[in-house]
Every structure is written in structure tokens, then in C-alpha cells.
């Protein structure tokens, strides 16, 4: 493990956008044989813009923006936004990692390929109770205190936009957040689901969706259903053009031996209007606690705490399913090791992912774990430089892509 004090410690800062840049200035052809055969000419210098971009385009995110501070050609190539960043080598998903409070946000975040962490001043979220969701490079925060507030924002780049208000009012019983960018036209769908309790009706729960479509800069509200028994939550995604929803037994229909959570499914294509969700719910595979959906390359992965069978708010291990054809089949669980290696594990812990990578985090602790799902590989990331200052202290995070060639 590395210390922040160590030469070996690296972290870069977000606002290399505004980054000095140094304009070296050109060897000129006039100067006579002698002095000319004793300067040494820079590879860049004889490579044309594109062929420099290509050479770019295969370093990593982190090393490319490093790269905008050499010289003023550089800089421009680097923030330019041209297609050859559309064509740059895959990067794995970074997790930014902040604490839990009343303060403007801030905090680190950490890039599984060079395995470092780097300072990161994230814009636009205001407070951590700010719902989120990420895809394709773009990050979609809804405010907390004014849900039909939403931003839209490239992390890496520093662009954002307010979209407009979303409908439902300001406030909510349950609201949930997605967004899924189309990777080739860069346009994205932003859909928040939400749930309200009806007035006086302890059982009845009217949930509603609505659809923001960024091509055409407009929401439209298809589906409500009213929920019986049960209600909606803060978690869902958009996964092969389905909209996944995790819903909730009030407790009062349910027997004991049923399942307390299901996932509702509302296809984004066809967009019904007239069907009951409810009546095609998935259970989930146990009880569970934290359970979180995640769009990993189009395929729906189900992350949660395994409650223990006479006492299901209380965790026995962490488990990963996969959906398909309408079943859950397990993935892997978290080896005992790696469940006591997070220490003060309070039975409450963010997990998110993208492309084929998990991540897991108690809130009680800074620590954080990856999962690969291709390679069943479970690892510790480098320790994070965000400590724990006092007992009650909680940390979250979520994942994003690197991206250099989207807008939002």
C-alpha cells in the first residue's frame, strides 16, 4: 500500500482543463548546417495532427489529460473533442469515493488500469443525498430537495447541462434515476420513476415513469400503475432498452415465505400503456439488503446483501446474480475473507458497475473492492486516501466512465 507521502503517490487534479500550457516554439529551417545538427528534433514536431491524435488515443484517459500541459498544439489536440477520442482504447470504469455530509462534495477518485487514485473535484453535485446514475461516459444527478431538477454532466471534461424540469413536482415519496446513452450518436434517454403513496390509502402506491429524450429535448410521462402491497424505491437502470425497477412489500399482503422485493420490467421500445407490471414482477433470488441493478455491456447484474433466514435485515454475505430470460442465476459470492476484510461492516454498503467491473463499499469504511465478472476476480483496490476521521463517519461512491468525446 502506498502513503500519501510517498514519492510514488500520484494525484491529479481536476482542473487541468485551465492548465498552464508551455508553446514551444518552432526549429527554424533558416539556421545554418552547424547549429541545426546539434539540436535534437521532437517526434511530435514532424508528426501531422492526426497521426499525433492516433498515438494518444492509446494511452490511457488519465495519461492524455496529463498530456494537454506539454505544449499549446498538445493542448488543443487533447481538448479538442475530435473523433479520435470516440476511437480510444476501453477504459475501465473509475469509482469516485466522498464522504457523507453537510459540505460541498468532494473527494478522490480511483482508476483500476493505472491503480491510483487522483483528487477530484466533481461538478455539479451539490450534496451527497443527490440521486445518481451513470452511462457512457455521461453522469445524470437528480436533487434531492428538488427532484425535477436535473444536470447531465461529462465528469472528465466539465461539461454539464440543467435539463428540463422533469414533470411530478419537486418532491416525492420514492424516486428513482437512470440514464442510457446510445454510444454511437451520443444522444441519451434520462428516465426517473417515481412513487407516492396515495392520500389516506396505507396500501396503495401510484407509480409513475417519466422519459427525457435528449434529441428531442422533451419528457413524456407513458406509464402509471397502482402499486397494492407494494411500493417503489430509489434504485433502477436502463439495460438493452428496458427500463428495470426494484419494488418493495409494504409488509402487510406479504406471507413470511414470500419474497419482500421484485423487479418490475417496462419495455422503452414499445412504451405499453395499458398493463400491469406488477402482474409480470420477478422476484428476487433471497431476501436482501442494498440491492442495487447495473448495466454491465447490456446485461442486467443484481448486487445485494444476503439476509439471514430468521433475521433478513441482517447480512450473512454479499451476492451477485444475473438475468436471464426472466431468471436469476448466480454469479458469485463474496469470500468470507474479503467480507471480513472490510472491517465495521455495518450492513449497509453502495455497489455500482459498468462494462464488466463491480464495485463494493461499506459505508462505514473507505475501503473498496472490485469484482471482475468476466474473470470472477475478486480484488482490493489501492488503499484510498480518504480516511476516517470519526467513529460515526460514512463514506459512498459511485462509478463513471472515462470519456473525452462526449457531451451532454
Not at 460541498?104 to 480511483?110: E, L, N
Not at 474473470?375 to 460514512?394: A, C, D, H, I, N
Amino acid at each position: 500500500m502506498l502513503a500519501m507521502g510517498s514519492e510514488e503517490w500520484e494525484l491529479y487534479p481536476s482542473s487541468f482543463i485551465g492548465a498552464q500550457v508551455i508553446d514551444y516554439g518552432h526549429v527554424s529551417g533558416d539556421m545554418d548546417d552547424d547549429q541545426s545538427g546539434d539540436l535534437a528534433v521532437s517526434m511530435d514536431a514532424v508528426l501531422p495532427d492526426d497521426l499525433l491524435e492516433k498515438v494518444l488515443s492509446f494511452l490511457p484517459v488519465a495519461s492524455v489529460i496529463r498530456s494537454g500541459s506539454v505544449c499549446k498544439r498538445w493542448h488543443e489536440i487533447v481538448h479538442a473533442r475530435r473523433q479520435t477520442w470516440s476511437k480510444m482504447v476501453p477504459q475501465k470504469p473509475w469509482y469516485f469515493m466522498f464522504t457523507c455530509s453537510e459540505e460541498a462534495v468532494s473527494g478522490f477518485t480511483y482508476d483500476p488500469s493505472l491503480r491510483k487514485w487522483y483528487g477530484f473535484d466533481f461538478p455539479c453535485i451539490e450534496k451527497t443525498t443527490w440521486s445518481i446514475s451513470s452511462s457512457s461516459g455521461l453522469v445524470c444527478l437528480m436533487d434531492s430537495e428538488d427532484r425535477s431538477r436535473i444536470i447531465v454532466c461529462n465528469p472528465i471534461t466539465k461539461d454539464w447541462k440543467r435539463l428540463v424540469d422533469a414533470p411530478g413536482g419537486k418532491s416525492a415519496d420514492y424516486s428513482a434515476l437512470a440514464i442510457s446513452v446510445t454510444r454511437t450518436s451520443h444522444q441519451y434517454m434520462v428516465a426517473v420513476a417515481r412513487c407516492n403513496q396515495v392520500p389516506s390509502e396505507y396500501y396503495q402506491w401510484e407509480f409513475t415513469i417519466h422519459l427525457y429524450e435528449s434529441e428531442i429535448n422533451t419528457w413524456v410521462s407513458p406509464f402509471t400503475e397502482l402499486l397494492i402491497g407494494w411500493r417503489g424505491g430509489d434504485e433502477c437502470v436502463i439495460c438493452d432498452g428496458v427500463l428495470y425497477y426494484l419494488v418493495y412489500s409494504t409488509g402487510v399482503l406479504v406471507n413470511n415465505n414470500e419474497h419482500r422485493h421484485c423487479l418490475l420490467m417496462y419495455d422503452l421500445s414499445t412504451r405499453p400503456t395499458h398493463t400491469s407490471l406488477m402482474s409480470m414482477a420477478i422476484p428476487v433470488p433471497c431476501p436482501l439488503t442494498c440491492g442495487r441493478l447495473m448495466n454491465l455491456n447490456e446485461r442486467l447484474v443484481l448486487v445485494g446483501g444476503i439476509g439471514k433466514q430468521d433475521r433478513p435485515g441482517i447480512i450473512k454475505g454479499i451476492g451477485i446474480w444475473e438475468l436471464w430470460n426472466k431468471e436469476w442465476h448466480e454469479v458469485a459470492r463474496m469470500p468470507h475473507k474479503f467480507f471480513q476484510g472490510f472491517g465495521e461492516f455495518d450492513d449497509v454498503f453502495a455497489s455500482c458497475g459498468a462494462d464488466d467491473l463491480i464495485y463494493i463499499q461499506s459505508y462505514g469504511s473507505p475501503a473498496l473492492l472490485t469484482f471482475e465478472l468476466n474473470q470472477k476476480l475478486w480484488k482490493w483496490s489501492l488503499k484510498s486516501p480518504v480516511t476516517k476521521r470519526f467513529p460515526l463517519q460514512l463514506f459512498t461512491g459511485f462509478s463513471f466512465e472515462p470519456r473525452l468525446d462526449i457531451a451532454s
